[in-house]
T-cell receptor
Framework: DSGVTQTPKHLITATGQRVTLRCSPRSGDLSVYWYQQSLDQGLQFLIQYYNGEERAKGNILERFSAQQFPDLHSELNLSSLELGDSALYFC????????????FGEGSRLTVL | AQKITQTQPGMFVQEKEAVTLDCTYDTSDQSYGLFWYKQPSSGEMIFLIYQGSYDEQNATEGRYSLNFQKARKSANLVISASQLGDSAMYFCAMREGPGYSSASKIIFGSGTRLSIRP
């Protein structure tokens, strides 16, 4: 158990819909990262937050947004969903803004039909 | 721009043999970090080993060692005495930038699927 909690574990929705994925980092970790892993693909970096502020951005679509709240949990919002958004979405946390080891959650598997 | 390349999509290895998973990287930064993660079929990401660009010794963690060749920009993972439980996807990753500075993203390679034969 990494200590990072992601909900929901599985989510099935339709095209055009909007979903919110939630992540609670490990206790004491201030930095949260979001990654997208499509089927049999590597992990694509989406965005990083540190202590409530956005610190690094990857290839995140404009339809996607994220935030980190004062209690340090983070949410990834995906809107106007398309079939290609079906993927495993990972949240990871680390102590500081520059990760040594990233601790990953179990992921949220999103299926868009 | 930083880049991670894993050229072996899949590998089959006999149990108890050693295996080397290749990883090359490209960065213009002098300070960076290299990681290996394991992803079993259950899907979770498991941290294996870390090497800092200024670390003079190759990192080792139990049966895992990282063969760091800075001039060649390679960071191969070596697993000694492979076990059936080592069957998984293995990802090489890189953090660009020094650990004390402002945030830098960590990017992952495309992965190598390792299968251990009994």
């Amino acid at each position: 158990d990494s200590g990072v909690t992601q909900t929901p574990k599985h989510l099935i929705t339709a095209t055009g819909q909007r979903v919110t994925l939630r992540c609670s980092p490990r206790s004491g970790d201030l930095s949260v990262y979001w990654y997208q892993q499509s089927l049999d693909q590597g992990l694509q970096f989406l965005i990083q937050y540190y202590n409530g502020e956005e610190r690094a951005k990857g290839n995140i679509l404009e339809r996607f947004s994220a935030q980190q709240f004062p209690d340090l949990h983070s949410e990834l919002n995906l809107s106007s969903l398309e079939l290609g958004d079906s993927a495993l979405y990972f949240c990871a946390s680390s102590v500081g803004p520059n990760a040594g080891e990233l601790f990953f959650g179990e992921g949220s598997r999103l299926t868009v039909l | 721009a930083q880049k991670i390349t894993q050229t072996q999509p899949g590998m089959f290895v006999q149990e108890k043999e050693a295996v080397t998973l290749d990883c090359t990287y490209d960065t213009s930064d002098q300070s960076y970090g290299l990681f290996w993660y394991k992803q079993p079929s259950s899907g979770e990401m498991i941290f294996l080993i870390y090497q800092g660009s200024y670390d003079e010794q190759n990192a080792t963690e139990g049966r895992y060692s990282l063969n760091f060749q800075k001039a060649r920009k390679s960071a191969n993972l070596v697993i000694s005495a492979s076990q059936l439980g080592d069957s998984a996807m293995y990802f090489c990753a890189m953090r660009e930038g020094p650990g004390y500075s402002s945030a830098s993203k960590i990017i992952f390679g495309s992965g190598t699927r390792l299968s251990i034969r009994p």
